[in-house]
């Protein structure tokens, strides 16, 4: 059984659920007790943690919470997700399951996880905000290399488009404040950035198949030589300010070596939400713009990527945008080949929501040899 860590913390009437929870499951039949055992043994189970621990069960055959979390960057997952995870075996299978082997090296880094998917460029969302957000920008002085066959009459997603509003970055207000905030340093690498900017070759990605490599780390994991390449690597729409702050803030993630909170982003480019002004004030969801660092395993991957994209900003600031499924998907560990249907807010929701293959394969693992040994104490 699987569940997040905030069930250690949860309670009800003042006592923790999952000492309830655990009671429960160590000791099913007592809550059938006033119903009878019709003559049937009573069975108890062990609910055993999947990790190396010198505690020893009480005796109602459970360990203290803590105990059955799983770090699962402890075992080689290129993500920090901590998970309650347990394993209940019947009292009369006197096997002890050993437990996860943790990985020698630490997990792969995201940059090493995601070498090898081709670079992309994100959408341009057409909504009434994105509208009126182009008609800022191109009501403007043009960006230095000027417009270079931009639309200017309204939102168009386009490559010429897409490179005209980042390009423009240098003129806006916000990029005008970085040297006033002591980011000078920043301002000098987004110019850089922005001086180079080209259109990704293979521009928005797609869903079905596109050219790109596995990782080196794990690669015959993710490998399979069938495909040519990988699916579901096709970028999301952002709208033109959500450009600029992604620009921003992963620009400042590669000066800085970790990602900004709301009180480093220019004052021009925050959103103007009540709760933006709220957290500036308490520090609370401050990194509600939060970039995935290249050296660093991934925060944890969650179904709020169906939503938006802001938790999940790629390093590179030359895209400037949110992880596609896929580069969600490989940071969850799903091979390459695995498709996932539905539409792209669904994909993120499967994504999100799966306990990483990878680390699946190792409980089954630790599952396998308890059936196995159990097999020989019962033949």
Sequence with gaps: MENVTGIISARLGGEPVLNEVLKDLSDPGRMNAEHGQGGMRRYRYVIWPL???????????????????IEADRYGIPQKRHRVILLGIRDDIQVSPRPLTVAADGPPTLGAILHGLPA?????????DSRQQWADIASGPPPPKGW?????????????????ILRSAVMQPWFLELEGLGQADVRDRLAAVLDGLTVPVDDRGSDSVLRGEPPEALRGWFEDPRLKGVCNHGTREHMPQDLYRYLFAAAFAAEKGRSPRLGDFPPALLPMHENVTR?????????????????????????????????????DPAQARSLTVREAARLQTFPDNYFFCGNRGEQYTQVGNAVPPLLARQIAGVVADVLAASTLCTG
């Design 120 to 128: 992309l460029r994100s959408g341009i969302a057409r909504t009434p």
């Design 51 to 69: 990790v190396e621990t010198a505690q020893r069960p009480d005796l109602w055959g459970v360990y203290p919470p803590q105990q059955y979390v």
């Design 148 to 164: 270079r066959g931009a639309e200017r009459h309204d939102v168009v997603d386009s490559p010429a488009q897409w490179s005209a």
């Design 279 to 315: 957290s500036l004030r308490s520090d609370n969801f401050a990194d509600r713009f939060r970039v995935q660092l290249a050296d660093l395993p991934a925060t944890t991957v969650m179904s709020h990527l169906a939503k938006d994209g802001h938790y999940f900003i790629h390093p």
